[in-house]
């Protein structure tokens, strides 16, 4: 048998065998060592072997003290081989504790912590170390630098790049990123938010900006544009397949955590971080349109004209020369961005988004509808059929009468008082006058009180006077039920004068109507 060099991890391999009762010719078999060399350190492990001894760093001191001189390791490479085994699992992860593997580096850091090796060993000595063994030196794969032909792909991703103050808080900021992988021409756009309207919105504008269409957008699998990864079939977003349709793409989203799968947008998330930056230090009053138009600018008239390190060529010059010609063309009508939801009729016929309610009829209570919501209007679809079409507006209810029962029409939100002001209209014309001063004056807060000055009404409406007394309620703005009540129980509006007038006398006289309006 060849001579093999002791350490520190083989002793501490004999000194485990003959704790568990291994006879010294299977460890020196299973070990391939010499039986007169495992006879040799047997011996001198066993002066030790029944001391207590719990810390793995004092067992270690005692195998370090008995090895020759010249094969004493250093006391770093010794620490970090009684943790061999816990940082290769930490390197690869644990799928029953639903771990997932990480970085060399985060995995030093974590046994660091767990073992309190601050001191005890180094980063550098760390990075030696796992670069000796194979299992947890970081595994070298070689990357193969695609390339397409002019106007057939654009790489698409966000970035976040800072924050924008807003009010009084301040408000995240994501870069919206798109690169033509053949000319390297960028196109950068900064906002505050990622949902469907906002991404159909960038791709459309980043189309606009390039003036043509490329053959494939490459991008990441975000919930504005992908619904369900599948590295096969995808399912995308419905507003983003709209999208798609529209400019005559095709989505080819890149496999779940694969960043290499579209370097070229990747590289440019710290450029952008970068140019927002500058750009905010130099204009800090501006909004994010202004910067973004100055974004713009930085895309062709800086990064644009520099000689690029891999294609040797400024990107503006190969786009205008090489891929411009072949990008398809925009099409004539404009894209109109849509954001699509679901909901479910409420029993009181109306369903919610973004906090408004609108009214569907009667027949779809209970159901689940499709909701397309643009910057002008809302449209309901119920199994692919549209139902409802309703502009956006600042209502909180937006409905349609004809869409309620008969029945129904005083629980209608906002007919209530149309309902009583026709109830009282089908008493006399001057009731429903009456009644229409009061809710126009006093809004949803006089409700109440028409409801019942609407009772007084119909409990009077025989009174001999009773158009006459109303209309001086009318003049007079008595709008409580009280007030109404009253004038109905005591007041009674003289016919004739007790006695004779002359002429001269009734000319002199000022009629009832002035003391009246009075």
């Given amino acids: 048998m060849g001579y093999r060099r002791m350490t520190v991890d083989l002793l501490y391999q004999i000194f485990v065998r003959l704790k568990k009762g291994e006879s010294k010719r299977a460890i020196a078999t299973e070990l391939s060592l010499d039986k007169k060399t495992v006879n040799h350190y047997a011996t001198m492990i066993a002066e030790f072997m029944n001391k207590a001894a719990s810390d793995y760093v004092e067992i270690l001191a005692s195998l370090e003290a008995i090895l020759p001189r010249n094969e004493k390791p250093k006391p770093a490479y010794a620490i970090l081989s009684l943790y061999a085994d816990e940082i290769k699992a930490l390197i690869e992860g644990d799928k029953e504790l639903h771990l997932e593997g990480m970085k060399p580096k985060s995995a030093w850091q974590v046994i660091c912590l767990r073992h309190e090796l601050s001191g005890k060993t180094s980063y550098e000595t760390y990075k030696r170390f796992v670069r000796r063994d194979p299992e947890l030196a970081p595994r070298i794969t070689s990357v193969v630098r695609i390339e397409v032909n002019p106007g057939e792909e ?37 906002c505050t938010t990622q949902d469907q309207l906002s991404f159909a919105m960038s791709v459309s504008d980043m189309f606009i900006f390039y003036q043509g269409v490329s053959t494939r957008l490459n991008l990441d ?13 995808p399912t995308l977003n419905r507003s983003f397949a709209e999208l798609c349709e529209h400019y005559d793409t095709i989505a080819d989203p890149a496999r779940i955590r694969s960043p290499k799968d579209k370097a070229k947008v990747e590289r440019l998330i710290p450029l952008a971080r970068e140019v927002y930056k500058r750009l905010r230090a130099t204009y800090p009053n501006e909004n994010l349109q202004f910067l973004n138009e100055k974004a713009l600018n930085w895309c062709t008239e800086e990064y644009g004209k520099r000689k690029h390190g891999t294609t040797g060529v400024p990107p503006i010059i190969a786009f205008r020369q090489l891929e411009e010609p072949c990008l398809k063309p925009l099409p004539q009508e404009a894209f109109v961005p849509a954001a699509w939801t679901k909901a479910k009729v409420h029993p ?24 397309r919501l643009t910057n002008a209007c809302i449209e309901i679809y119920s199994e692919h059929h549209l139902v409802r079409t309703y502009p956006l507006s600042s209502r909180r209810r937006t409905y349609l009468a004809d869409d309620f029962p008969p029945w129904a029409e005083p629980f209608v939100p906002g007919s ?20 229409k001063a009061i809710v126009l004056e006093q809004g949803n807060l006089g409700i109440r009180r028409a409801q019942g000055c609407l009772s007084i009404l119909t409990r009077h409406h025989t009174h001999p006077d009773f158009q006459a007394l109303v209309e001086l309620a009318l ?31 009734k000319a002199m006289t000022r009629s009832i109507k002035y003391y009246v309006d009075s």
């Fill in 154 to 190: 654009i790489q698409i991703d966000y970035g976040r790049v800072g924050s924008f103050p807003e009010q009084d808080h301040l408000r995240r900021v994501n870069a919206f990123i798109g690169v033509l992988s053949a000319s390297r021409l960028p196109f950068i756009q900064f």
């Fill in 221 to 233: 699998n975000l919930k504005a544009g992908v619904l369900a990864p599948d590295i096969y079939d």
């Fill in 416 to 435: 209530y008082a149309n309902y009583l002001v026709g109830k009282a209209n089908e008493l006399d014309p001057i009731a429903g006058r009456y009644l």
């Fill in 475 to 505: 003049r007079r703005h008595y709008t409580l039920p009280s007030q109404l009540r009253l004038l109905f129980e005591t007041s009674t509006l003289p016919q004739s004068l007790p006695f004779p007038i002359s002429d001269r006398g």
């Fill in 348 to 371: 009181d016929q109306f369903i919610q988004v973004h906090g408004k309610y609108y009214g569907l009829p009667a027949s779809y209570i209970g159901k689940s509808v499709d909701i």
